[in-house]
C-alpha cells in the first residue's frame, strides 16, 4: 500500500511476492535510494504511521541530514532555530559509545529520565535516598497504568578497572524486589558494565523460575550498558539533558 500510494507504483514490481517482510523493506529502501526517491518513501512512511516513535525519530534525523548536506546555510538556520522545537536523534552515523556517568547519584538520575521516557510515565521516581531499605528498587513507574509497577535496579561499575555485575548480585536483587509493594510487574536491573550474555541467561531463568511459583510475579530483566546507550539514542531529550555536548549547536561558536 505505501509503495502504491506514496511512490505510484505496485509493490510487486519492486519486491517478490515470496520475499519475507525483512527483504522486502531492505529492497524497497535500496530502490528508493537508487532512484533518488527515498526522501519520498520516509516521507510517506511517516504519514502513514504518524504516531511512531521510532518511525517519527528516523524521519525527523533524515530531513535534518539531507537538509544540511544539500543546503549549507541551513546549518545556521538550524542552529538558530527555536529551542522549543522537538529534538530528533543524531544521524546513525553520528552515534558514538557514550561514557557512563561518573557516580551514583547521576546514574539513578539517567535512568530515571531514561525508563520515564521507555514508559512513558512523567511520574516515574527515583525510590527514597541513600541509607534508606530499597527493597532492590531505585527507580520505579506505572509502565502499563494498570497500578502495577515496574522497576529499576541502577548498578554503576567501574569499566577501566574491569568491575561487573555478578550473578549473586543479580539473584541477590531479584529476592530483595519481591518485597517492593505493590507487587512488581518487571524488575530490570541496570549496571554500567558490558553485556554479559551470562547474566542475561540467567535473568531468563529467574523470569521462569518466579512465573512457575507465581503467575504474577515479576519478570527480571539485565541491560548492560551498551544496551542502555542504544536506547538513549532513541530518546534525544534524555540524552541532550545528560549529554548536552552531543545537542545540535552546542559546539557552535
Known sequence: MLARTKLDLPLE?????????????????KWA???????????GAREENPRHPDLLAFAGAFFQEVDL??????????RDADAGRAMVAPPLRMRTQLDPPANDEDFERLCRDLWA???QDPTAQRH???GQTQH???????????????????KLRDRHRGSRLTQ???EAEATAAREFTPRLRELIVCHTGPNDARLESMARDLTNDHAQEDPHRFSVHVWGWE????????????LYTHYPHLAPGANST
Open 13 to 29: 514490481q519492486i519486491v517478490s511476492a515470496q520475499a519475507s517482510l525483512r527483504d522486502a523493506v531492505l529492497r524497497l529502501v
Open 33 to 43: 535510494e537508487t532512484r533518488n526517491r527515498l526522501p519520498e518513501l520516509v516521507r
Open 69 to 78: 548536506e544539500t543546503d549549507p546555510a541551513s546549518r545556521t538556520s538550524a
Open 117 to 119: 521516557a521507555v514508559w
Open 128 to 130: 527514597g535516598r541513600s
Open 136 to 154: 532492590g528498587v531505585d527507580v520505579y513507574g506505572n509502565h502499563g497504568h494498570d497500578g502495577r509497577y515496574s522497576a529499576v535496579q541502577c
Open 168 to 170: 549473586r548480585e543479580l
Open 227 to 238: 544496551n542502555l546507550t542504544d536506547q538513549l539514542w532513541r530518546f534525544p531529550e534524555v
